[in-house]
Nanobody
Framework: DVQLVESGGGSVQAGGSLRLSCIAS????????MGWFRQAPGKEREGVAG???????TYADSVKGRFTISQDSAKNTLYLQMNSLKPEDTAMYYC???????????????????WGQGTQVTVSS
C-alpha cells in the first residue's frame, strides 16, 4: 500500500522558517509526481507546490520566492522549505502523490491519488 507520512510542522513566529518532510513508501518514488497542499480552517484545500520526477517545480503565487519544494529519491522523501512565514500560511499541510507524469508539477488536486494525513503549521504575528 502507498503511504505518505508528513512531519516537520509546528508553531513559529512570522518571519520564521520550517521544513516539512514527507516520507513515501509502497511504490517506486522516482516514477511519481508529488505535491504539497494546504487547508486553513474554513477554506478549501489549495495547491502550494508541485514537482515532477525530474525536479521541475511549480508554485502558488502566494508562496513564490518564500517556499521551495525538493525531493530526495534515494530517501523516498519530499521536502517543503518554508521561509519568511506569514500568519496567512497557517494551515494543515498535506503531501500528495500520483503516478501520472505531471510535467513541471501541478497544483491541481484532481491529479493526485494518494494523500498523507497532514502536518499542522501555525504562524503567529
Amino acid at each position: 500500500d502507498v503511504q505518505l507520512v508528513e512531519s516537520g510542522g509546528g508553531s513559529v513566529q512570522a518571519g520564521g522558517s520550517l521544513r516539512l518532510s514527507c516520507i513515501a513508501s509502497g511504490y517506486s518514488y522516482s516514477c511519481y509526481s508529488m505535491g504539497w497542499f494546504r487547508q486553513a480552517p474554513g477554506k478549501e484545500r489549495e495547491g502550494v507546490a508541485g514537482i515532477d520526477r525530474d525536479g521541475r517545480a511549480t508554485y502558488a503565487d502566494s508562496v513564490k520566492g518564500r517556499f521551495t519544494i525538493s525531493q530526495d529519491s534515494a530517501k523516498n522523501t519530499l521536502y517543503l522549505q518554508m521561509n519568511s512565514l506569514k500568519p496567512e500560511d497557517t494551515a494543515m499541510y498535506y503531501c500528495a502523490a500520483t503516478p501520472v507524469y505531471l510535467y513541471g508539477g501541478s497544483l491541481s488536486e484532481r491529479w493526485y491519488k494518494y494523500w498523507g494525513q497532514g502536518t499542522q503549521v501555525t504562524v503567529s504575528s
